[in-house]
């Protein structure tokens, strides 16, 4: 594995960023980036600080006619390579975050469904009245008044016989349509023929 040290050295002896690049991690070159940041050289004024700081070499010395002219132009390619290097990496980052993101808003969805049906179940169990049939039967709670309430309502002013019958009368009306159909119409008519009959009487009698 290359050294920060040998790195330098390999500066100060002409090789550009990407020719030791290229000779020491050609299959893997973010790995070389990732080097550069953790020695801290990866911007180039960070590296033109440690070569200064470094004792300077024969090599380093003696610069060939066109040198400064090659390490400018290695330079671009150097920038260049990093920013593709830069680009990538920002790319990779985004598709990510869009992933991630993508995710949350499904899971949201999910659950959002999940509540609509749930709150669309309660409703549904909340309008249906709960059917007891002993103190609230279904055939007499139907509406907002039950028919014992009713029936206590309209014989508040009667007594003993008629009290009795006008309350069967109203309960066999009132469950007619749920419960026993045309056998209760009769049954109605019959206590209601029994007041008419009993009022009759008590009528001609005084």
Known sequence: ??????YLK?????????QIQRNHFASNPNKFYTLLSEWGIKEKDAEERALDLMPKT??????????????????KD???KQGETDFSATITELKHVITEKDRIIEELTRDRLSLLQALEKRVETANVPSHDPVNHPAHYTAGKVE????????TTSLTGGQAY???????YLWRWSRK????????????IDRLIAELEVNSDAS
Do not use: F, H, N
Request: hydrophobic fraction near 35%; charge should be negative.
């Open 180 to 191: 026993g159909g045309v056998e209760d119409l009769r049954k109605a008519r019959w206590y």
């Open 165 to 171: 019958a006008t309350g069967a009368a109203i309960k």
């Open 10 to 18: 390999l500066r100060q002896e002409g090789l550009s960023r990407t």
């Open 58 to 75: 024969v090599t380093a010395d003696l610069e060939k006619p066109g040198q400064v002219d090659e390490k400018t132009q290695e330079a």
């Open 1 to 6: 594995m290359l050294t920060r040290e040998e």
């Open 147 to 154: 028919c014992i309430d009713a029936i206590e309502a309209a």
């Open 78 to 80: 150097d920038s260049a």
